[in-house]
Each structure stands twice: as C-alpha cells, then as structure tokens.
T-cell receptor, first 117, second 116 residues
Framework: AQKITQTQPGMFVQEKEAVTLDCTYD???????LFWYKQPSSGEMIFLIY??????QNATEGRYSLNFQKARKSANLVISASQLGDSAMYFC??????????????FGKGTKLSVIP | NAGVMQNPRHLVRRRGQEARLRCSPM?????VYWYRQLPEEGLKFMVY????????ESGMPKERFSAEFPKEGPSILRIQQVVRGDSAAYFC??????????????FGQGTRLTVV
C-alpha cells in the first residue's frame, strides 16, 4: 500500500484565491512527522511546513497551513491568497518513528499547481 | 536549501559511461542522504551515509550504484555503465545529527542526469 497518497495530479487556482492540496498517509507508528515541499520548475526542493503526529494544533507558516485530521490520516496543505509564484509541484512526505532509525522521508507523487492570473 | 551544494546541476552521459554526482553538505553537517526522483514521481530514498560510513543503502540498486562520503571532500554517488532508466534527478540532503521525526531535511538543488 502507498504510504503517501496525493490524489490530485494537477490543480488550477485563480490568483488570490485559496487552494487545498490533498495528502493522505498510512502508518501504524504512533510517532511520525508530515512535511510539505514545493518544487518549482527550477527543480530545487523547498521545505514549506511540518506537522508532528503529537502536535495539538495545525501547523501554519505564513500563507501555508496544514489541515491535519489524524483520525482520517490526512494532512492537506492549504495555500491562502495564491500568487503566480506558487505555481509548482507540491510533495507531501512522511517520516515515521522517532528513534535513530527514523531518517527516511517517504514522498507522494506530487500535485502540480498552476495559478491562473 | 542553498547550503547543500550539488554538482553538476545537469549531466549528460552516453549509455555505458560512468556518472559521478557530488554533494557537499551544509557546513557542520556530517550526515548525507541521497534520493532519486524519476520523471513524474516523488523522491525515493537511496542511501544514508556518515563520514566514512554507509549506514543504510537499502534503497540503492544492487548493481552499478555506489556511494561514499570520505573524511575529506564531498559525498559521491557513482553510477557505472549507465542505462536510459538511470535518467532522473538525484537529490542530496544533509543534517547535523541523525534526523529525528521533526528534523527538516535540507536538500540540495539536485543533479539532473540524462542518459542518451
């Protein structure tokens, strides 16, 4: 089974509107972390936001927020007030466990977001 | 993150040649992780190295691929006798300590390997 599922291959959003990118995950480990990365056309991986499995509140970083629904195993990224520069691939990733062996990130296949002027 | 330096950014190799990809971690980081991104896919873990040690190479193909992180100098991902299926973006990440659950992985800009 896929550990990270991003069901939206592509999304369009009007400039200045909000958009939600979906991410569901699968793990039996009670301790895990969820990450979102942005990959623009230039190719680099840019860290956006992190949510820990024990965090009580949803993470926020500027225009990015994470809608964390633990029971549903979903960690959707919400981008408010979209800008043209937000056009990029967005990847959801998970790191399981909290011990010394928990270093691997598992990525979803990504969602391509296009912001329309 | 600009602190992790990968070179070259783009590499073209003919089938059967060798590819060498370099990764200089952020200053003070002694742990390096290599990931591969095939076209239209997310990143997949390949190998985790500390200085002079391979800690986990469970994601590395069994043949033709090797990685090292010497005491001095960058980490090297080496692909021998490249084939078209090796065409991908290869990313390096680094950390100062063993990465914990909430530790951000700082990625380099990647090397895009094209095998012709």
């Amino acid at each position: 089974a896929q550990k990270i599922t991003q069901t939206q291959p592509g999304m369009f959003v009007q400039e200045k509107e909000a958009v939600t990118l979906d991410c569901t995950y699968d793990t039996s480990d009670p301790s895990y972390g969820l990450f979102w990365y942005k990959q623009p056309s230039s190719g680099e991986m840019i860290f956006l936001i992190y949510q820990g499995s024990y965090d009580q509140q949803n993470a926020t970083e500027g225009r990015y927020s994470l809608n964390f629904q633990k029971a549903r195993k979903s960690a959707n990224l919400v981008i408010s007030a979209s800008q043209l520069g937000d056009s990029a691939m967005y990847f959801c990733a998970m790191r399981e466990g909290s011990g010394a062996g928990s270093y691997q990130l598992t990525f979803g296949k990504g969602t391509k977001l296009s912001v329309i002027p | 993150n600009a602190g992790v330096m990968q070179n070259p950014r783009h590499l073209v190799r003919r089938r059967g040649q060798e590819a060498r990809l370099r990764c200089s971690p952020m200053k003070g980081h002694s742990h390096v992780y290599w990931y591969r991104q095939l076209p239209e896919e997310g990143l997949k873990f390949m190998v985790y190295l500390q200085k002079e040690n391979i800690i986990d190479e469970s994601g590395m193909p069994k043949e033709r691929f090797s990685a090292e992180f010497p005491k001095e100098g960058p980490s090297i991902l080496r692909i021998q006798q490249v084939v078209r299926g090796d065409s991908a973006a290869y990313f390096c990440a680094s950390s100062p300590l063993v990465v914990r659950r909430n530790t951000e992985a700082f990625f380099g800009q990647g090397t895009r390997l094209t095998v012709v």
